[in-house]
Each structure stands twice: as structure tokens, then as C-alpha cells.
């Protein structure tokens, strides 16, 4: 079983860049699908973006694309989520998952979900 720590968030103005981290333990992050959601005060959890085992492919929701990167390094066991351009609308508790079903943004395609770290970004 892996478990996962995010961290990075924090408080940032409009425009600016933010980069969370995802590190596992337990268990090679290379045996995972990993995964970033959101979820807003009010609101339903939200897929962010995704990247495959391999790295190679990766998919992104529609309201982060072109703005936001997801990586891995499995060297150091860790997944990154790149935000630029931040608007307050990105604001929400930042979540990571693994999971060993194929890439995708459903929720309960991912096993292993982290405590999630806070994003608030200001106007």
C-alpha cells in the first residue's frame, strides 16, 4: 500500500505560480497511475490532471489546460503539479492519488488518496 504527502500549497496572488509536490512511501510510485484533484469550499471534488505510469501520456481538465503541468520523478518518488497563470477560481484543497487501474480522471479509478494541501489564490 503506498501513502502519499502533498505539499507546496500556500497563499498567492492572482497571476503567480505554485508547484506542488506528491511524495509516496511504502511502495514504488512507478507502479501507479498518479493523479491531482481539487475540491472548492462548497463543491464537489474535481479532477485536475493525470499521468500515466511511463510518464509519457498525460491528460488535463479543460479549466487548467495550457496552465498547469503534471510530472513525475519515480527516482524520487514524487509527482508534481506545475500551476501558472493562478486565478482565484483555482482556489481549493489540492489532492493526490495513486491508482493501478488505466489514466484517468475518474475518482474511483485511483486506490490512494494524500491529506491534500490548501491553494488559495487572491485577486
Known amino acids: 500500500q503506498v501513502r502519499l504527502a502533498e505539499s507546496g500549497g500556500g497563499l498567492v496572488q492572482a497571476g503567480t505560480s505554485l508547484r506542488l509536490s506528491c511524495a509516496a512511501s511504502?511502495?514504488?510510485?512507478?507502479?501507479?497511475?498518479m493523479g491531482w484533484f481539487r475540491q472548492a469550499p462548497g463543491k464537489e471534488r474535481e479532477f485536475v490532471a493525470g499521468?500515466?505510469?511511463?510518464?509519457?501520456?498525460?491528460i488535463y481538465a479543460d479549466s487548467v489546460l495550457g496552465r498547469f503541468t503534471i510530472s513525475r520523478d519515480d527516482v524520487k518518488n514524487t509527482a508534481f503539479l506545475q500551476m501558472n497563470s493562478l486565478n482565484p477560481e483555482d482556489t481549493a484543497v489540492y489532492y493526490c492519488?495513486?491508482?493501478?487501474?488505466?489514466?484517468?480522471?475518474?475518482?474511483?479509478?485511483?486506490?490512494?488518496w494524500g491529506q491534500g494541501t490548501q491553494v488559495t489564490v487572491s485577486s
Open positions: 511504502g511502495h514504488r510510485s512507478s507502479d501507479y497511475v
Open positions: 492519488a495513486a491508482g493501478t487501474r488505466p489514466l484517468s480522471a475518474r475518482g474511483y479509478y485511483y486506490d490512494y
Open positions: 499521468i500515466s505510469r511511463s510518464g509519457t501520456s498525460t
